[in-house]
């Protein structure tokens, strides 16, 4: 049982330190980068940025595997918290790469905004959401991921 609550509790701590989405994108599967940390949502700056990157991104999110780092999916709003990430790829979480830290990038503009396109995700289709539902996709895919941080233990 305290196994399990220990679990639980990693899961949500993983999940409080960055929370990830896609934004104006074509698809939910591409769109531009947004991570949230301390309550605080951003974007990511390109410089660095590259399919390693955007693997962990498409990871974490429950996607199927980044195809491209793509874009430009225009200036997001906020800070521009991270840059120069350098993922190893396998991670999952994007708070686990190697990077110079959470704080406003002053050297980047929100011209350099990273985006993603991730491949659609093979559990899709076991994943249904029924038609005229897909406003919740996001939640869903928030939930899809917590299933599966509790599946890798
Ligand atoms: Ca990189």
């Known amino acids: 049982m305290l196994r399990i609550v220990w679990k ?14 896609l934004t104006d994108g074509t698809t939910p599967y591409n769109g531009r980068v947004e991570v949230q940390y301390n309550g605080e949502w951003g974007t990511v700056c390109d410089d660095g940025w590259d399919l390693k990157d955007a693997q962990v991104i498409c990871r974490q999110l429950g996607f199927g595997p980044a195809v491209s780092i793509g874009g430009p999916y225009g200036k997001g709003k906020g800070a521009i918290l991270l840059s120069d990430s350098a993922c190893q790829g396998t991670e999952t979480s994007i708070s686990d790469c190697d990077h110079p ?15 993603v396109i991730c491949g659609v995700p093979e559990g899709r289709s076991k994943l249904p959401l029924p038609f005229g539902f897909s406003f919740l996709f996001p939640i869903w895919s928030y ?3 917590i299933l599966l941080q509790l599946g890798s233990y």
């Not at 639980?8 to 989405?21: C, G, M, T």
């Not at 830290?101 to 985006?115: F, K, L, R, S």
């Open 8 to 21: 639980l509790s990693s899961v949500i701590i993983l999940a409080e330190i960055s929370k990830v989405r």
């Open 101 to 115: 830290g959470w704080y406003p990038q002053t050297h980047c503009t929100h011209i350099e905004d990273a985006g």
């Open 143 to 145: 939930i899809y991921h």
